[in-house]
């Protein structure tokens, strides 16, 4: 169900009992999704065998609440699943800063996937490419006779495009079917719809159809989100001026990315470190994700580069934007198979595909603020070894009581903190000496 609020102050101050309790009343979650959240090791033998093959057990990943999310308007609290400290911290530290401007705003792409046939050995590509527009609406009618509740409720195969490509092996003669996956993320529907009409292509122009594979380029099916931070909400001191320096930092730091794809390569990680997140939390393919952002990156800009766009705006507020592809479900895949998915969704109360784009579209681009944020004032080492620090202390050997006596040494420790300086400090407590 759609929650009424997003800012949920001192919520992470609360037991991990407390905040299920909380988010379970605010999205009037039902007891099997409760029982779900609560139960560590949620999928059982006979679903986790389902899954994949050769299964000998599961292993888990926190569900973590990223809050102060208001997007067109609506607010969300969104589910992240993910095994590094400080991203939903940052995600939501962002979220709150723009609540100001109104949050987030989003403008998706219908949800429509591209399925590629590649075809070799055809001579004339002019010659193969009017044949196959002639017969345009016939080839779409039979992408469209699959059964199908997806084609049923308006989906289905809208369009056919050619491409002619020189490669290592010759030229390739390339079809793409555009289909519209209305509320899946479409892999299936669009993979079978290519071996469908791979005959009717070979009788149509000749030559041999080879692979028939969806693209995850999906350059039809991008997501855009944007918002508004002004000066003083990223201010380091109050001021106006602070923020306006700030600014200047975040600004110079996406500079950097758009240039360079050492940097754009770790940029993009730390967008992805909100997208993958959310998309896990949802049951998606999080590899087919990544594998559409990666590649839009280089694609869109010819070169490697930044999915995220930076500016100052008239106002002298900064002004961020995001556009990635985004092929997402609420139906098919695992989303409706994985109890805990099932339950994700259900908290962040997502009505369609598309509207779970712009959701997570937004938490990548507030992810993306917070690392230049950081990067562009005091560095992400400190407060990520502060929020790390308890994981620390375990990989250290600290146990019980020992791990917040760690935490507290390690948030009170001036310069560097190590792995060897956590192990140490446990030598030292044990030994009454810290
Ligand atoms: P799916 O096969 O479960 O298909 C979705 C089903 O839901 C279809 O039968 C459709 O008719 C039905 N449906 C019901 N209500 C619908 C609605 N409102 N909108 C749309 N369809 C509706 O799932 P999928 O989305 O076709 O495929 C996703 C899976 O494919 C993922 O598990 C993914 O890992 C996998 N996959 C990915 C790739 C890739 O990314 N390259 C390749 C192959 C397979």
Redesign the pocket.
């Known amino acids: 169900m759609p929650v009424d609020d997003s800012r949920l102050p001192g919520f992470h101050k609360l037991s991990v009992t407390e905040r299920r309790r909380k988010v379970a009343e605010m999205a009037l979650l039902g007891a099997a999704d409760i029982a779900t959240l609560e139960n560590y090791g949620e999928l059982d033998e006979e679903a986790a065998n389902r899954m994949i093959e050769n299964v000998i057990g599961t292993m888990s990943l926190p569900v973590g609440i990223a809050t102060n999310f208001v997007i067109d308007g609506k607010p969300y609290v969104v589910p992240f699943v993910v095994e590094e400290s400080s991203v939903v911290a940052a995600a939501s530290n962002m979220a709150k800063r723009c609540l100001v401007k109104g949050g987030f705003r989003t403008n998706n792409d219908k949800p429509i996937m591209i399925g590629q046939l590649q075809v070799i050995g055809v001579e004339d590509h002019v010659a193969a490419e009017k044949i196959i527009f002639g017969a345009k609406e016939e080839i779409i009618a039979k992408c469209n006779s699959l059964p ?3 084609i049923r ?1 308006g ?1 289905g195969c809208k369009d056919i495009l050619t491409r002619s490509i020189q490669s290592m092996s010759g030229p390739m003669f390339v079809i793409h079917i555009l289909v519209d ?9 669009v ?1 079978t719809m290519t071996e469908m009409i791979a005959p009717d292509i070979e009788s149509l122009i000749g030559g041999s159809v080879k692979l028939k ?2 693209s ?1 380029l999906a350059s039809h099916r991008l997501a855009r989100a944007s918002a508004t931070w002004t000066p003083e909400e990223l201010s380091l001191d109050g001021s106006r001026e602070s923020g306006e320096s700030v600014i200047l930092g975040i600004i110079n730091a996406y500079h950097f990315a758009d240039a360079d794809p050492f940097r754009a390569a770790t940029h993009n990680k730390g967008i992805m470190n909100a997208i993958s997140s959310v998309a896990v939390a949802c049951g998606q ?1 999080w590899r ?1 994700i990544e594998a559409g952002c990666h590649s839009w990156a280089a694609y869109n800009n010819g070169k490697y580069s930044s999915i995220t766009h930076w500016e100052v705006n008239s106002d002298g507020d900064l002004h961020g934007s995001i556009e990635c592809p985004m092929a997402v ?1 609420i ?4 989303s409706k198979v994985h109890p805990a998915a099932k339950a994700n969704l259900n908290i962040l109360g997502v009505e369609s595909s598309q509207e779970l784009a712009g959701v997570i579209a937004a938490t990548g681009l507030s992810q993306n603020l917070a690392a230049l944020f950081a990067l562009s004032t005091a560095g992400i080492q400190a407060g990520h070894m502060k929020l790390h620090a308890k994981n620390m202390a375990v990989s250290a050997g600290a146990v019980g009581g020992e791990i917040e006596k760690i935490v507290e040494f390690v948030h009170n420790h001036d310069g560097p903190i190590t792995q060897q300086s956590v192990v140490s400090a446990l030598k030292k407590l044990r030994e009454n000496t810290l």
């Open positions: 199908s509740t997806m409720l989906g996956c209305r509320d899946a993320m479409g892999a299936n529907a993979n594979i969806l995850n393919d087919a479900g139906v098919g895949g695992a």
